[in-house]
C-alpha cells in the first residue's frame, strides 16, 4: 500500500533532500526513535514543524529562508522485510523507547539499557509524536536531576485527549528503500 507522508522543512534543507536524496547522517542523534529521517501521514503537523525548523535555522544563521514540505511516498508493503517497530498511542514501552533514545549513549551503557534505537536495530519505527515534555524528562536524566527509576508515565500522558500526531522514522539506507515520489514546496500558509 501506497502511503503520503509529509516532511516539514526549511529551504536549504528540502532542496537538499530533493536534490541529493535523504542524508541519514543530517539527523541529530537523541530524537524519538533514534538518529533518522521523520515523517507524518498528517500534513497539518508537517507544515507547523517546518515553521518551527525554519524559524530556527533563520535565527541561528542569520537568514530569511522559507518553510518547505517535502512529501514523499512510502511503499509500506516493504516494510514486511525490515526490522520494525510500531507502537500504539499512550502505550508505556513507546514512552520508555523514546525517553532511552534522548539519554546519552554512556548513561544508557552505565545502567544496561538495551531498549533504544542508537544502534538502528530497527531499520523503521512508527508511533506517536513526543511533546516537548520527553525531551526534559530526558535531559533532566542526563544531568541526575530525577532518577530513572522514578520515572512515571502517566505524568507525560497529554491531558484533554491531545494528541500530536504519528510519526515514521528511518534509520537505515534499506529503509530509504521504501520512499519514493520525492517533491517539495514552499509554504504560504499555516493551515492547509
Known amino acids: 500500500m501506497l502511503l503520503k507522508t509529509y516532511h516539514g522543512t526549511n529551504l536549504s534543507s528540502a532542496f537538499d533532500i530533493w536534490i541529493h536524496g535523504i542524508n541519514l547522517n543530517k539527523s541529530l542523534s537523541n530524537l524519538d526513535f533514534g538518529k533518522g529521517f521523520y515523517v507524518t501521514d498528517d500534513k497539518q503537523k508537517a ?27 512510502i511503499e509500506d508493503d516493504l516494510y514486511a522485510n525490515m ?15 523514546v525517553i ?11 545502567h544496561n539499557i538495551d531498549y533504544h534505537n542508537k544502534d538502528n536495530k530497527y531499520d523503521i519505527v512508527f508511533g506517536e509524536i513526543a511533546d516537548g515534555n520527553i525531551a526534559t524528562i530526558a535531559n533532566d536524566i542526563n544531568n541526575n536531576v530525577i532518577d530513572y527509576s522514578v520515572l512515571d508515565f502517566s505524568s ?27 517533491s517539495c514546496a514552499i509554504i504560504n500558509s499555516r493551515k492547509i
Request: with cysteine; proline share 4%; net charge positive.
Open 47 to 73: 507544515i507547523n514543524r517546518a515553521f518551527k525548523k525554519t524559524n530556527d535555522y533563520n535565527r541561528r544563521h542569520h537568514s530569511k529562508e522559507s518553510p518547505y514540505l517535502v512529501e514523499i511516498t
Open 83 to 97: 526490522s520494525s517497530k510500531f507502537f500504539t498511542p499512550r502505550e508505556k514501552d513507546w514512552f520508555y523507547f
Open 156 to 182: 507525560i500522558i497529554p491531558q484533554n485527549g491531545v494528541f500530536y500526531g504519528n510519526q515514521y522514522s528511518s534509520h537505515t539506507e534499506k529503509s530509504l528503500t521504501c520512499m519514493q515520489n520525492i
Open 100 to 110: 532511552n533514545n534522548r539519554l546519552k549513549l554512556s548513561y544508557l551503557k552505565d
